[in-house]
């Protein structure tokens, strides 16, 4: 018999997860707000807003915004089925993994996760079933495996890679969250220069190098927020040391 999956939120990422196992015909149960006609006509064994359905779902993946994951760890517990394993795509990881730790039934499973694979635009519009080809999927390693799992991850063409949730929030703080922040910096340096014969020259001048050193600060608002807020602490301790290295360039100028 061919496990369930379930997927809560189709955004880019559970949508992009959505259309790829679908396109394997893994059998994929979605959980959306508002199911459409859109969803509807997808390969999905079924679309709908009642989180019931996950009582029959081996594995399930909450792809909802950063914000809300803690909150649907807690909710949906009364719906698992016995066994199921439960992962997140959330990139901040600490806080995720404590709610877990603190709601998850004795009887069911979490194993935090991260795939890095994204754009700067958001929503099930937005995704294919491509987006995780050759890029790496952290998942946090509390002494759990599940070969669902880590099979479903790796189907997708995913490559996994083990870790510690502290680790991680450190890992990404270096590599994406700040950089996310000088994006959004470099951007607002711009936007709110008072001098606007200048703004107005610069934005005419700007050419590939601008626009790729701002396109993270142009991506999903709700999410650039959480990703700053919720891994606040790692990111100050990166900022720190991006400034040090910034004053060994000017003492070389």
Request: glycine share 4%; proline share 4%; with cysteine.
């Given at each position: 018999m061919q496990n369930l999956i379930g997927i809560i939120g189709l955004g880019l990422i559970g949508g992009s997860l959505?259309?790829?196992?679908?396109?394997?015909?893994?059998?994929?149960?979605?959980?959306?707000q508002n199911p459409s006609e859109?969803?509807?006509?997808?390969n999905f064994e079924l679309v709908t807003n009642n989180l019931e359905a996950l009582?029959?779902?081996?594995?399930?993946?909450i792809c909802t915004p950063l914000n809300s994951i803690p909150a649907l760890i807690q909710t949906i517990q009364p719906y698992l089925k016995s066994n199921c394993c439960v992962s997140d795509v959330g990139s901040v990881k600490s806080f995720i993994c404590q709610t877990a730790?603190?709601?998850?039934?004795?009887?069911?499973?979490?194993?935090?996760g991260h795939p890095m694979a994204g754009t700067e635009k958001a929503g099930f519009e937005n995704a294919f079933a491509e987006l995780f080809e050759g890029k790496t999927?952290?998942?946090?390693g509390n002494n759990l495996q599940n070969n669902l799992l880590t099979n479903t991850i790796e189907s997708t063409?995913?490559?996994?890679?083990?870790t510690k949730a502290a680790e991680h929030d450190k890992a990404v703080s270096l590599i994406s969250h700040?950089?996310?922040?000088l994006s959004m910096g470099l951007f607002n340096t711009l936007e709110n220069l008072a001098d606007p014969e200048i703004k107005k020259l610069a934005q005419s001048l700007a050419s590939s190098g601008f626009a790729g050193m701002t396109r993270l600060a142009k991506g999903n608002s709700e999410l650039?927020?959480?990703l700053l807020h919720f891994n606040q602490a790692e990111i100050k301790l990166a900022y720190n040391q991006f400034m040090i290295e910034v004053e060994r360039i000017q003492k070389n100028l």
């Open positions: 959505a259309l790829n196992l679908a396109a394997q015909n893994k059998k994929v149960v979605a959980i959306v859109i969803l509807a006509k997808h009582n029959q779902c081996d594995l399930v993946f730790l603190n709601y998850m039934r004795p009887d069911c499973s979490f194993i935090g999927w952290a998942l946090i063409g995913a490559k996994i890679i083990w700040l950089p996310l922040m650039n927020h959480d």
